[in-house]
Antibody, heavy 120, light 112 residues
Framework: EVQLVQSGAEVKKPGESLKISCKGSAYIFTNYWIGWVRQMPGKGLEWMGIIYPGDSDTRYSPSFQGQVTISADKSISTAYLQWSSLKASDTAMYYC?????????????WGQGTLVTVSS | QSVLTQPPSVSGAPGQRVTISCTGSSSNIGAGYDVHWYQQLPGTAPKLLIYGNSNRPSGVPDRFSGSKSGTSASLAITGLQAEDEADYYCQSYDSSLSGSNVFGGGTKLTVL
């Protein structure tokens, strides 16, 4: 069964760095795009960016370009989302999701989410 | 403001039919890009409900259907059930945003 398993909840202080992960299993990780989605408390879904683990082709939403870095390590079937300097406004649930096909396709499998809390 | 516009809320009684609209523009839905729909139950990750405008993944009841016309798309739910109470989101690709995907703002469905 295809699964995306995300790393656990994080509590950080403003200015700290963070890298969260999303490990895929039961499918060929390098053949499918992986996207990241933010959901702030009580709010809707926001598309952050995607990566193709096969060649690390990465695309960002203009809203998140320069704010986060998306990467992948195909040797361990894991995608990452990282921040170099967190802000309180980064407090949110973050989901990874697999694309059925290319970047225009739907997201057929989702991770369980990683809750990031940034507070002084 | 979301690039794709959805009504904030809809409601219906058990057994009724409801529709949720998703209005875009010439750079996303109107450009011919597919629309996908997700259901998010409280406290859970989103679940793919409709892909490619009108296709249901395995396991999704045929009470759920999708359609697309021009710059808009719609999700219809017939035979409403209490378990359908959730947030629903549309998604598409937008060629004006450096190849980004975009989500609608979400619609809260209340089963009366």
């Amino acid at each position: 069964e295809v699964q995306l398993v995300q790393s656990g909840a994080e509590v950080k202080k403003p200015g700290e760095s963070l890298k969260i992960s999303c490990k895929g299993s039961a499918y060929i990780f390098t053949n499918y795009w992986i996207g990241w989605v933010r959901q702030m408390p009580g709010k809707g879904l926001e598309w952050m960016g995607i990566i193709y683990p096969g060649d690390s082709d990465t695309r960002y939403s203009p809203s998140f370009q320069g704010q986060v870095t998306i990467s992948a390590d195909k040797s361990i079937s894991t995608a990452y989302l990282q921040w170099s300097s967190l802000k309180a406004s980064d407090t949110a649930m973050y989901y990874c999701a697999r694309y059925q096909g290319g970047p225009v396709a739907g997201n057929d499998y989702w991770g369980q989410g990683t809750l990031v809390t940034v507070s002084s | 403001q979301s690039v794709l516009t959805q009504p904030p809320s809809v409601s219906g009684a058990p057994g009724q039919r409801v529709t949720i609209s998703c209005t875009g523009s010439s750079s996303n839905i109107g450009a011919g890009y597919d629309v996908h729909w997700y259901q998010q139950l409280p406290g859970t990750a989103p679940k793919l409900l409709i892909y490619g405008n009108s296709n249901r993944p395995s396991g999704v009841p045929d009470r759920f259907s999708g359609s697309k016309s021009g710059t808009s798309a719609s999700l219809a739910i017939t035979g409403l059930q209490a378990e359908d109470e959730a947030d629903y989101y549309c998604q598409s690709y937008d060629s004006s945003l450096s190849g980004s995907n975009v989500f609608g703002g979400g619609t809260k469905l209340t089963v009366l």
